[in-house]
Each structure stands twice: as structure tokens, then as C-alpha cells.
């Protein structure tokens, strides 16, 4: 059967917006804008005045953005950070590569963190807590904030998900020490290749990330050496792509918002299916996924491959099962989440009829079982 609705769509993304972007691109290879240059400082600006924030530092990746910014904060060998298992693996990933140990705690109705069991997993060795703001929805960062602070616990926000979304009008990465962010293709603001940034108000851990995204180099006259490390620069030709994208970034939000509000006003009253709607006035969300659960997920993936519907499962494995990582924890709710959500195609590009195209599937699935 031919795909009839695609679950990404980058080709019409590319016809759509693709002029714009040459148009910038030609323009700075032409003049040789490579490394370093104005792209990647007015992106930095325009990215810290969405989130609300004092500063951004670009990075090649979110993982990059995760990993530098525990390692400036100073978490390393003996520390403990609390964060989830549903999650994409960069988050832990980051934890143990700086032989930190993460502890994982459940998620709750709405797949973040469950922040009321964080004061539980604390103990003596605790350091950090990253909360994993995902699908384009906030974790109740106020509540996290005050278990935080009461612990004195660094908190660094994966807020991959979650550029421009709120929790009690703040946004999305303003509320920790940093914020991280990916501009991996199929986020909502997303690069041609690998691309991500650290925001935050904090001078001095700015300046570390500054020294740690390349070698540990002073990019002053002097060019002193303060450390060793890696390069994790955000690629100038990448900045120009995104500064390309980001007039259009509010339209593609409100688009997002549309779709996610045809699916749930036609799913709602499904029987046996959990829709991501929760209404709750501290909160907006953007919608980077809008995740499905049903006991029911596996075969009713099957039988939307077979009306041509691509869907995604995010993620089939929690991360405390992977034999890799070594974690061990009881997660109930996480490993529910595993067996049982599913992703709907929800892009800017797709069209009112795609969208009732989905919606008519999963009905029939429903409708016949
Ligand atoms: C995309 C993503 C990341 C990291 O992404 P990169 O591929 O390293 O840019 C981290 N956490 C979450 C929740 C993500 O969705």
C-alpha cells in the first residue's frame, strides 16, 4: 500500500522555505562565512530572546548542549542526577559519559517527570536534576524549582522538545541554571544537519560553555589555553539556516496548535485511547509530537502502516532497560509508556485532509474492534 500520509516531510518543508534559505546561504558562502561568524552570535541573540533569557551559546547538538553543561556546572564521577527513562537517550547518555550516575524517577500523566517523587530520590550525592520537557509540553517546572532549591540541586532543562512552550508564563529553559536545545532536522525549529544551544542567565557558566565548545581556547588575541576538550561549535552555516527559519517559527507553532486541536476535538470521545489533553491553564503547549496511548498501540500501528499512515514510537525500549547504560530502577508508569504510546503525524506542512485522513483511520481501527 502507498504512503499517504508521511510522519515527516522534510522535501515539502524544503519547497516551501527552501528559496529564503539559499538566497542567505549563497550569500555567505560566497563571502566565506564558515566558522564563528555573525550567524552564529545573532542566532544566539534571537534564540535568548525567545527563551527569555540573558544568554544562549550555540552547540553542534542537544546532546552536546546536555553534556557541556553539566560538565560547567561541574557534575562529574560520584554525583548523582535525577532525571527520567522516557526520554531519548542523549539525556542519560550525557550523565554517564561524565561518570555521573543518573537516578530515574516515573513519569506521570502526561509522560514528564513525575516531580512529586524527586524530594524521594534525593540523597546526599544528589548534585542535579534534569527534567525532560517532552512532546512540546512542560514539566511543572514551579514545583521542581522549589524541591531544588530546598536540596540546593543544580537543575539543567532538556528542553529539546519544548522551544517556546510555558509553565506559569515562563518559558521553556529559563527556569534552570541552563536550557538545553536541539535543532536536529525534525524539531520544530530545525537545522539542515546537527545543531543545538545552552541558554541561561548565568555569566560566568556562559563564559565556561564558550571556553568548552571549543578546546578550551580563548578566542581573544591572547588565545590562552584554559582547558582541553573537543569541538562542539554550532556550524555557521547551520545559524544561517536557522535564522532563515525563525520568522516563520510562530506560524508554524500555531499551525501545530491547529492539527494537535482537529485530532483531539475528533479523537476525544474514542474508547480506550488516552489523547494528550490536558487541560490546565499554567501550562502552553507547542505540540513537537502529539502522542497517543493505547494498550492496543502495536496493532493499531499495524493497521495504520496498512492505510498508508507512518507513525512513530518514542520509545519502544525505556532507557533503564538498556544493558549499555547499566541502570536498574522500578518504573511502572515509564515501561506503560513504552508498550503503549504512539506518535500521529502532526507537521506544519501537512494538510487539513492528511490530518482527516489520520483521524478516519484510527476511527475505523476503533470502529471495527
Ligand atoms: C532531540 C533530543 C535531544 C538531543 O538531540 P540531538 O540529537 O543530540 O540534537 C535530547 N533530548 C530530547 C528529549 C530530545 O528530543
Redesign the pocket.
Known amino acids: 500500500m502507498n504512503t499517504r500520509v508521511r510522519f515527516v516531510n522534510p522535501e515539502l518543508h524544503f519547497k516551501r522555505y527552501g528559496k529564503e534559505i539559499m538566497a542567505a546561504l549563497k550569500d555567505r558562502l560566497a563571502r566565506g562565512e564558515l566558522i564563528l561568524r555573525d550567524d552564529v552570535t545573532n542566532f544566539e541573540k534571537n534564540l535568548a530572546t525567545m527563551c527569555g533569557t540573558k544568554y544562549a551559546v550555540g552547540v553542534n547538538?542537544?546532546?552536546?548542549a546536555?553534556f557541556l553543561s553539566l560538565e560547567a556546572a561541574g557534575v562529574g564521577r560520584g554525583d548523582e542526577v535525577i532525571t527520567v527513562a522516557h526520554?531519548?537517550l542523549?539525556?542519560i547518555a550525557a550523565i554517564v559519559k561524565l561518570g555521573a550516575t543518573p537516578v530515574l524517577v516515573d513519569v506521570g500523566e502526561d509522560w514528564n517527570m513525575d516531580v512529586a517523587l524527586v524530594q524521594k530520590a534525593i540523597t546526599p550525592r544528589t548534585k542535579a536534576i534534569i527534567p525532560?520537557h517532552?512532546n512540546g509540553r512542560m514539566c511543572d517546572m514551579t514545583a521542581l524549582m522549589k524541591t531544588a532549591k530546598k536540596h540546593k540541586l543544580l537543575v539543567i532543562e532538556?528542553a529539546?522538545?519544548s522551544l517556546t512552550a510555558t509553565c506559569d508564563r515562563k518559558k521553556a529553559g529559563s527556569f534552570g541554571l541552563t536550557g538545553c536545545f536541539?535543532f536536529?532536522p525534525f524539531?520544530i525549529l530545525g537545522a539542515f544537519g546537527?545543531a543545538?544551544a545552552v541558554v541561561t542567565n548565568d555569566a560566568k557558566l556562559r563564559d565556561k560553555l564558550i571556553l568548552l565548545r571549543y578546546h578550551g581556547v580563548d578566542r581573544t588575541p591572547e588565545r590562552k589555553i584554559h582547558t582541553y576538550g573537543w569541538n562542539a561549535v554550532l556550524d555557521n552555516i547551520q545559524a544561517v539556516i536557522l535564522n532563515a527559519k525563525l520568522p516563520h517559527f510562530s506560524e508554524w507553532i500555531k499551525r501545530r496548535k491547529q492539527i494537535a486541536a482537529m485530532y483531539t476535538k475528533s479523537l476525544k470521545k474514542t474508547e480506550g485511547l488516552k489523547l494528550p489533553y490536558f487541560p490546565d491553564k499554567r501550562f502552553t503547549d507547542i505540540y513537537q509530537n502529539y502522542v497517543i496511548q493505547t494498550p492496543r498501540r502495536d496493532e493499531l500501528r499495524t493497521f495504520l502502516t496498512k492505510k498508508g499512515v507512518e507513525t512513530l514510537i518514542s520509545w519502544p525500549t525505556p532507557l533503564h532497560k538498556y544493558p549499555q547504560l547499566g541502570l536498574h530502577a522500578s518504573l511502572p508508569k515509564t515501561e506503560q509508556a513504552s508498550r503503549e504510546v504512539l506518535s500521529l503525524p502532526l507537521y506544519p506542512e501537512l494538510a487539513d485532509k492528511e490530518v482527516a485522513y489520520v483521524i478516519d483511520s484510527v476511527k475505523s481501527y476503533f470502529a471495527r474492534s
Open positions: 547538538s542537544g546532546f552536546d546536555i526520554t531519548f542523549a539525556t525532560v517532552l532538556d529539546c522538545q536541539s536536529y524539531k546537527e543545538g
